[in-house]
């Protein structure tokens, strides 16, 4: 048995909060700069141009990619031979998230549903336990900002829907959804499951690198068709008309119950920051 203070959690996401939020990853950097190449439309490349921009100050000064600085989600893989000592696990946590959203200058956008005051803090993160073999401990931060959040859904659709009625679904949901989510966007799919489970799916498809297909042949056809036929919408960066509306499309699957077929959309924005660290 392992043990580790939760002193070290607080620390490591508390860094993780700000460097998830100054610095781009660099397989979306570099997606991005690649759509540059492809993208068509003038106006398409001059927003291309600006992302790319905005996204080396954001390094350069260690200040914020974007002002919605998101909420924070977290996914933590702990071995099972692990110990916490010290305090508590979840507090810990939270006190990351704190000291990071504070002495990261970072806007804090946590706020009562109903009467909208702000928490102040960025509290409570959204978090996603999960337990693995080993004696490690694996952090990751996803800040996920509100605007391409609001164009996310789930759809129960009927199981005779099958595969194609999901990739119908896919493409139809980032029709809607226009420029709001902040495009080129990355969209992670979750089928199967419960309504609740592929909501996580999608969400944790976002975390994969960009350019790694699904391991599994036909999702990952399904991943390059859904990607062609959204571009070919011709909506472009920004949703002002082009050739790169989605960088990557990404697809999760689990079982499912024999009378549903849970679909879940969960579009990040061109701002796909995410960040992680292994104690």
């Given at each position: 048995m392992r043990e580790v203070n939760v002193s070290e959690v607080t620390e490591a996401i508390k860094k993780l909060c700000m460097d998830a939020n100054y610095y781009l990853p660099e397989d979306v950097y570099n997606a991005l700069q690649e759509a540059l190449k492809k993208e068509k439309s003038p106006v398409g490349r001059s927003v291309l141009e600006q992302i790319i921009r905005n996204a080396d100050i954001a390094r350069e000064e260690r200040v914020a990619i974007c002002q919605d600085?998101?909420?924070?989600?977290?996914?933590?893989e702990i071995g099972q031979d692990v110990k916490f000592v010290g305090g508590d696990?979840?507090?810990?946590?939270?006190?990351?998230?704190?000291?990071?959203?504070?002495e990261g200058y970072l806007r804090k956008s946590t706020c009562h549903p109903f009467t909208r005051a702000n928490v102040g803090d960025n509290t409570p993160p959204v978090i996603h336990y999960d337990i693995v073999p080993g004696d490690k401990v694996r952090i990751v931060i996803a800040p996920k900002g509100g605007?391409?959040?609001?164009?996310?859904?789930?759809?129960?659709l009927k199981p005779a829907d099958g595969l194609e009625g999901v990739k119908d679904y896919v493409v139809q949901r980032c029709s809607e959804s226009g420029g709001n989510p902040c495009p080129p966007v990355i969209v992670g799919v979750g089928v199967g499951g419960t309504f609740e489970r592929s909501a996580?799916?999608?969400?944790?498809a976002l975390l994969r690198p960009l350019g790694r297909p699904n391991p599994d042949l036909e999702l990952a056809a399904a991943e390059q068709e859904m990607l062609e036929r959204i571009n070919k919408l011709g909506m472009g960066p920004m949703g002002w008309g082009g050739?790169?509306?989605?960088?990557?499309?990404?697809?999760?699957?689990?079982?499912?119950?024999?009378?549903?077929?849970?679909?879940?959309?969960?579009?990040?924005?061109?701002?796909?920051?995410?960040?992680?660290?292994?104690?």
């Open positions: 600085c998101g909420l924070a989600v977290i996914f933590m696990l979840k507090e810990a946590i939270f006190e990351g998230v704190r000291q990071g959203y504070k605007g391409s959040e609001n164009m996310s859904r789930v759809m129960m996580f799916l999608a969400k944790k050739t790169v509306y989605a960088l990557a499309v990404h697809f999760e699957m689990e079982p499912c119950h024999i009378a549903s077929l849970p679909c879940a959309v969960n579009i990040n924005c061109h701002a796909a920051r995410h960040k992680e660290v292994t104690i």
